[in-house]
């Protein structure tokens, strides 16, 4: 039953973390360099910018981060390697870097970009003002946590590969 669960956390985190990460690796993508919104931009609640962030931003992929995180505090705990990754001790060092700058990406997404992101969708009431500034800071904040995510897949592969690095 153990290996069941293992297996099954593995897949969670793994399968969550696609959707979270990959979100942030499309929008790169999507839109490699800042384009400030202009005021026409939020005043017509219809315009295709406008529009086209609301469709891509407003959607799942933050509840992903809340599961990807999740499960891998889950695997961890089932492992009882918790408390050593934590602390980075032992051949867990890579594994607890990994956790640790996930934990700061969870962070950055839900107490930084989110609570902007609303601002700019104009899920929460701000000026026009507002909206154009708050439009660089999710700017910023989602390219941190792309920039965030090439060590973190390095440690978490530094984690099951790279043990005799750290151990």
């Not at 999740?70 to 051949?91: F, P, S």
């Not at 929460?124 to 989602?142: D, K």
């Amino acid at each position: 039953m153990e290996a069941v669960v293992e297996l099954l956390l593995r897949w969670i985190h793994f399968s969550a973390g696609i959707v979270w990460i990959g979100h942030n690796y499309a929008s790169v993508v999507q839109q490699p360099a800042f384009r400030p919104l202009t005021r026409a931009d939020l005043v017509d609640g219809e315009s295709a910018q406008f529009m086209s962030r609301l469709n891509r931003e407003h959607g799942f992929f933050r509840y992903a981060s809340i599961v990807t995180w999740l499960a891998g505090i889950g695997m961890l705990l089932q492992r009882g390697w918790l408390v050593d990754a934590l602390l980075l001790r032992g051949a867990l060092v890579p594994i607890g870097i990994g956790m640790w700058i996930g934990t700061a990406m969870l962070l950055n997404l839900w107490l930084v970009l989110w609570p902007n992101q609303k601002k700019v969708l104009g899920f929460a009431p701000a000026s026009v003002e507002q909206r154009i500034a708050c439009a660089r800071t999710t700017f910023l904040a989602s390219r941190t946590n792309t920039m965030l995510s090439i060590p973190l897949l390095f440690f978490m592969a530094a984690g099951a590969h790279g043990g005799l690095l750290f151990g």
